[in-house]
């Protein structure tokens, strides 16, 4: 058999709205946008003033980053706007006009999401394409940024864990679970150093008091990663990519 090419960094969520589809398949992902909504309401009632803050434009600005095609997206900024909907209501102000940016990767399928826009949505809708561990929006352009289930992807593999040489060589693996110190902390390095890009960039695009909401998966401080049951599952997943290495050519970029 032929060894076939894939290159990692260009593989965006799958696409469409087929059985295989990210929009299909993503209702894992939908409970974390559920857990969170009650957390983002009591943020926006509590933290955020909205009247200041559209006392000028009587536009409401709002940036989902890390988007992909939806569904999940759609209910996410819909639980926003109805929050900022009654916050505003609280302090008797009229009702705003709503502007979402709907950022990803280049290469996400912006065609199913925008299709799939809700069609009775209270919201104008813009694509964003780009990285948001750079900036994405104009300076000062947006109130409330929120984020889901997408920080967790690293800009890139950290260089030590490809590097035979170093201690923190993951030995051709491509997760950590169970793996060195030194490997975990290459990937909490280069974590911290996403990171650090990625409040640099909102802290410019985000108004003055507005507000930043970053939802992802974390870990009871402590706990070893491989007693977690992701760990047992991303370390069958690793075992299946690694035999799939003998038949093709994985970049990893
Ligand atoms: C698991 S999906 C989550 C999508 C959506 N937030 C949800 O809750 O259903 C993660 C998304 O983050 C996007 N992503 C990963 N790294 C990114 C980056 N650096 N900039 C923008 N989007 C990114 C991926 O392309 C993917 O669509």
């Given at each position: 058999?032929g060894?076939v090419?894939i290159v990692?960094?260009?593989?965006?969520?799958?696409?469409?709205?087929?059985?295989n589809s990210?929009?299909?398949?993503?209702?894992l992902?939908?409970?974390?946008?559920?857990l969170?909504?009650?957390?983002?309401?009591?943020?926006?009632?509590?933290?955020?003033?909205?009247?200041?803050?559209i006392s000028d434009?009587?536009?409401?600005?709002?940036a989902?980053?890390?988007?992909?095609?939806?569904p999940?997206?759609f209910f996410?900024?819909?639980?926003?706007i109805?929050s900022?909907?009654?916050?505003l209501?609280?302090?008797?102000?009229?009702?705003?006009?709503?502007?979402?940016?709907?950022n990803?990767?280049p290469?996400?399928?912006?065609n199913?999401l925008?299709?799939?826009?809700p069609?009775h949505?209270?919201?104008?809708?813009?694509g964003?394409?780009?990285?948001?561990?750079?900036?994405?929006?104009p300076?000062?352009s947006v109130?409330?940024?929120?984020?889901?289930?997408a920080?967790?992807?690293?800009s890139?593999?950290?260089?030590?864990?490809?590097?035979?040489?170093s201690?923190?060589?993951?030995k051709?693996?491509?997760?950590?679970?169970n793996a060195?110190?030194e490997v975990?902390k290459?990937?909490r390095?280069q974590?911290g150093?996403?990171?650090?890009?990625?409040l640099?960039?909102?802290?410019?695009?985000?108004v003055?008091?507005?507000?930043?909401?970053?939802g992802?998966c974390?870990?009871?401080k402590g706990?070893?990663?491989?007693n977690?049951?992701?760990?047992?599952m991303?370390k069958?997943m690793?075992?299946?990519?690694?035999?799939?290495q003998?038949?093709v050519v994985?970049h990893?970029l």
């Amino acid at each position: 058999m032929g060894k076939v090419e894939i290159v990692l960094n260009s593989l965006p969520m799958s696409g469409g709205d087929g059985p295989n589809s990210y929009s299909k398949n993503s209702h894992l992902q939908r409970r974390t946008t559920s857990l969170l909504k009650e957390t983002i309401d009591k943020l926006i009632l509590e933290k955020l003033n909205a009247k200041t803050l559209i006392s000028d434009s009587n536009t409401f600005h709002i940036a989902d980053l890390g988007c992909a095609t939806g569904p999940n997206t759609f209910f996410l900024v819909d639980d926003i706007i109805k929050s900022v909907e009654t916050s505003l209501r609280k302090s008797n102000s009229s009702k705003p006009e709503f502007l979402v940016f709907f950022n990803d990767l280049p290469h996400n399928d912006f065609n199913t999401l925008f299709t799939s826009l809700p069609q009775h949505r209270s919201y104008f809708a813009v694509g964003v394409p780009g990285s948001f561990y750079d900036r994405v929006l104009p300076q000062s352009s947006v109130h409330m940024v929120v984020t889901v289930g997408a920080t967790h992807w690293l800009s890139s593999v950290p260089k030590e864990v490809l590097d035979k040489t170093s201690k923190a060589w993951n030995k051709g693996k491509v997760h950590y679970s169970n793996a060195a110190e030194e490997v975990v902390k290459a990937y909490r390095d280069q974590f911290g150093r996403d990171m650090e890009k990625f409040l640099e960039a909102r802290a410019k695009e985000i108004v003055s008091g507005g507000l930043l909401v970053v939802g992802m998966c974390g870990i009871p401080k402590g706990m070893p990663f491989s007693n977690l049951a992701d760990s047992i599952m991303y370390k069958s997943m690793a075992d299946v990519l690694t035999q799939m290495q003998s038949q093709v050519v994985l970049h990893i970029l």
